[in-house]
């Protein structure tokens, strides 16, 4: 694979300008032709330039292959990479604005149960200028500009896990809120981690107060280590104190996800340990009913159960909200687009990303 000049800050592209000896104006065309969502060809540099980053880099490092559009206005996209792996991702309309979901890395190796995204394991890690790329071309497809953007918040829930591609998260969060790009607030994006404690640690210092968001899924590491591997790597205790040093750090509320699983964590008793868990502390509970998928055997809390888990949290001082599934009409989910689009139709895959959407009110 070329190297991507989105993975690049302004910064970055200023000294590659210079060292082939072009003015400094040409960074800046450089720059906002990356940031509106053009392929190389199409950004008007010169043309001698153009034919030398040409050789370089990527014309078009991340492109929409597919998109399906509910009846609600989700879209979901099939991204195609330079090297012919497949990402998903969704945009979600809401009254405040435009939510993309976007995929950090292809595939997962954090194995979640009930989790489609980790079926086929760790591909690899997509580079910040991938997960970037996501996001440009879906602004340009919906007709978003430099002035007024198309996508207004970030979600980084789609396949992968955050942490685990650490660096590469970092670099694209920065180059996402820079103001020489798209600008975007850190308020407005939200960094959903399955809880890798020592990342979350190391992200408090980053100087990037975005909402932090932990998939926690149960009230004790022993249940939790029946869904999830992470639990035996880090205890939940441990979560909570590395939760209570990002707010320390940053004073932004952190958020816990609790998708809710028939007969594994979704009793009236779990809804008040899990209280009894979070008392006091500045957070709020995301419950989504578990998204099945085929291949796990495992089943979601019906509604009836969901809305008295929320009211149990709520009765108890938890601030909480029960979130409805977007998009549930255009065929279920973003893995299976992929296993359509793989040759691998009704692979029973995934309903993975559909399960992140639905994010709340932003937060101020
Ligand atoms: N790796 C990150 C981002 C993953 S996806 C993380 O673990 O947080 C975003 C959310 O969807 C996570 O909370 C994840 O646990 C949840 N999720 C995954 N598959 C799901 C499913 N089938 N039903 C409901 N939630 C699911």
Do not use: W
């Not at 691998?344 to 994010?359: I, V, W, Y």
């Amino acid at each position: 694979m070329k190297e991507i000049l989105q993975d690049k800050s302004f910064a970055e592209l200023k000294a590659l300008v210079s060292a082939e000896g072009e003015k400094p104006f040409r960074a800046k065309q450089l720059m906002e032709g990356l940031t509106q969502g053009k392929k190389l060809s199409e950004i008007p540099v010169s043309a001698a330039l153009r034919a030398r980053l040409a050789e370089r880099f990527e014309e078009e490092p991340v492109r929409i292959l597919e998109t399906l559009t509910a009846r609600d206005g989700t879209k979901k996209f099939l991204f195609a990479l330079a090297d012919g792996n497949i990402v998903e991702g969704v945009l979600m309309k809401y009254k405040y604005g435009n939510t993309q979901c976007v995929s950090t890395q292809v595939g997962c190796r954090m194995g979640c149960r009930f989790c489609a995204s980790t079926l086929g394991g760790l591909v690899r890690n997509l580079t910040a200028g991938e997960i970037l790329a996501q996001i440009l071309a879906v602004n340009r497809a919906e007709g978003g500009s430099l002035k007024k953007r198309a996508v207004t918040n970030v979600v980084l829930m789609g396949s992968g896990e955050p942490f685990d591609n650490y660096e590469n998260v970092v670099r694209f969060l920065r180059n996402l809120t820079a103001e020489e790009g798209l600008g975007m607030s850190a308020r407005n994006i939200s960094l959903s981690t399955c809880g890798l404690v020592p990342a979350m640690r190391a992200f408090a210092d980053e100087g990037i107060p975005l909402n932090l968001t932990v998939s926690l899924h149960a009230v004790t590491d022993e249940e939790r280590a029946r869904t999830m591997p992470v639990a035996n790597a880090y205890s939940i205790a441990e979560i909570l104190d590395a939760c209570a040093h990002y707010f320390q750090k940053t004073g932004r509320r952190y958020i816990f996800e609790y998708s809710l699983i028939a007969g594994e964590n979704s009793d009236i008793a779990h809804a008040a340990a899990l209280a009894e868990l979070l008392k006091g502390k500045p957070c709020h509970v995301n419950l989504i009913r578990l998204n099945a998928v085929k291949e796990r055997h495992l089943r979601a809390a019906d509604e009836r159960m969901a809305q008295a888990f929320l009211q149990e949290l709520l009765s108890r001082g938890i601030s909480a909200t029960l979130r409805r599934s977007m998009g549930s009409d255009i065929g279920g989910a973003c893995g299976q687009l992929r296993a359509k689009y793989l040759g691998a139709a009704d692979a029973g895959l995934p309903k993975s990303c559909e399960a992140g959407f639905g994010e709340e009110e932003p937060q101020a």
